[in-house]
């Protein structure tokens, strides 16, 4: 079946550093990938929409300078924090696929920005 | 506007229980329902979906969900929950490619 991969599992960085998290699909082609953000005993809120070889689409109130999204294959997309802040401290989660076949969803990245 | 609601936050099920969370939508057309689930710190596990024909959906571990279209509803259920079967549960709504989520369901399960 789909498998989707996403890596790290967990960073711990310094407040004002960058952060690349990367979604791979990594048996199938992924046109689209989507970001999601996840709150402490919440549920998961889109960030963005990304597209392959085009710029990704954002969600109302998602800051498109501090989450910079790059999908520049069929099968990679990247999610880049920059200049982080506690605040983006969270559990971040790439998915792939679509209609008709579902969505298959990464293992998740827990950001702690110290 | 697509939306889901799952009306309660937690349920307490004993273990060998039957088991059902429900589930209820808002969408303008025809709707592909998923239900999720999450264990702590982890990603979220298809469970089953639904696009079309049969509206009782058989999943994995044991699940299954039934779309009542007159109802707007995706409820999930089991006939024997497992103490392994504790986790978030999350009902979603597809459109043509985003999904929107429910709040979640935190499932536990009692000896």
């Known amino acids: 079946g789909a498998v989707v991969s996403q890596h790290p599992s967990w960073v711990i960085c310094k407040s004002g550093t960058s952060v690349k998290i990367e979604c791979r699909s990594l048996?199938?082609?992924?046109?689209?990938m989507f970001w999601y953000r996840q709150f402490p005993k919440q549920s998961l809120m889109l960030m963005a929409t990304?597209?392959?070889?085009?710029?990704?689409?954002?969600e109302q109130g998602v800051e498109k300078d501090k989450f910079l999204i790059n999908h520049a294959s069929l099968t990679l997309s990247t999610l880049t924090v920059t200049s982080a802040h506690p605040e983006d401290s969270s559990f971040y989660i790439c998915s792939a696929g679509g209609r008709p076949y579902g969505y298959t969803f990464g293992s998740g990245t827990r950001l702690t920005v110290v | 506007a697509q939306s889901v609601t799952q009306p309660d936050i937690h349920i307490t099920v004993s273990e060998g229980a039957s088991l059902e969370l429900r589930c209820n939508y808002s969408y303008g057309a025809t709707p592909y329902l998923f239900w999720y689930v999450q264990s702590p710190g982890q990603g979220l596990q298809l469970l089953l979906k639904?696009?079309?024909?049969?509206?009782l959906v058989q999943g994995i571990k044991g699940f299954e969900a039934e779309f009542k279209r007159s109802q707007s509803s995706f409820n999930l259920r089991k006939p024997s929950v497992h103490w392994s079967d504790a986790a978030e549960y999350f009902c979603?709504?597809?459109?043509?490619?985003?999904?929107?989520f429910g709040t979640g369901t935190r499932l536990l399960v009692s000896p």
């Open positions: 979603a709504v597809g459109g043509f490619q985003k999904l929107v």
């Open positions: 990304s597209n392959e070889g085009s710029k990704a689409t954002y």
């Open positions: 048996d199938f082609q992924a046109t689209t």
């Open positions: 639904y696009f079309s024909g049969d509206t």
